[in-house]
């Protein structure tokens, strides 16, 4: 089972953050390379619904977003370079996270 590793914010904070170019510049990057793309933005993530997940989703505003990823360097660097957010990890799929970039957010 992958190890998930993320970097939570409010969805608002997320978006107004430069992170729309870090992303570009990622993904432009793991195309040169043929690399599988391993990042996603989630907004409103729905693994903070899992039980375990309670007090992490307690200290977050609402609406959240997260950088999720399966590679813990990606998230430390995002770490260093932003402020008021909130890391950490979980595993899935699993019974109470069947789907790590899942989101429940609505269209429109």
């Given at each position: 089972?992958p190890?998930y590793?993320y970097v939570?914010?409010?969805?608002?904070?997320?978006?107004?953050?430069?992170?729309e170019e870090?992303?570009k510049?990622?993904r432009?990057?793991?195309q040169?390379q043929?690399?599988?793309i391993?990042?996603?933005?989630?907004?409103e993530?729905g693994?903070l619904?899992?039980p375990?997940?309670?007090?992490?989703?307690?200290k977050?505003?609402?609406p959240a977003?997260?950088?999720v990823s399966?590679?813990?360097q990606?998230?430390?660097w995002l770490?260093?370079?932003?402020?008021h957010v909130?890391?950490g990890?979980?595993?899935?799929?699993?019974?109470?996270?069947?789907?790590?970039i899942?989101s429940?957010?609505?269209a429109?």
């Amino acid at each position: 089972m992958p190890t998930y590793h993320y970097v939570l914010a409010s969805k608002d904070f997320v978006i107004e953050e430069p992170i729309e170019e870090v992303l570009k510049e990622r993904r432009r990057n793991y195309q040169e390379q043929e690399k599988e793309i391993d990042f996603w933005l989630v907004i409103e993530p729905g693994f903070l619904e899992a039980p375990e997940m309670a007090e992490v989703k307690a200290k977050c505003p609402k609406p959240a977003a997260a950088l999720v990823s399966t590679n813990p360097q990606f998230i430390t660097w995002l770490k260093l370079r932003l402020e008021h957010v909130i890391t950490g990890q979980f595993e899935a799929p699993s019974a109470t996270i069947p789907d790590a970039i899942a989101s429940l957010a609505t269209a429109g």
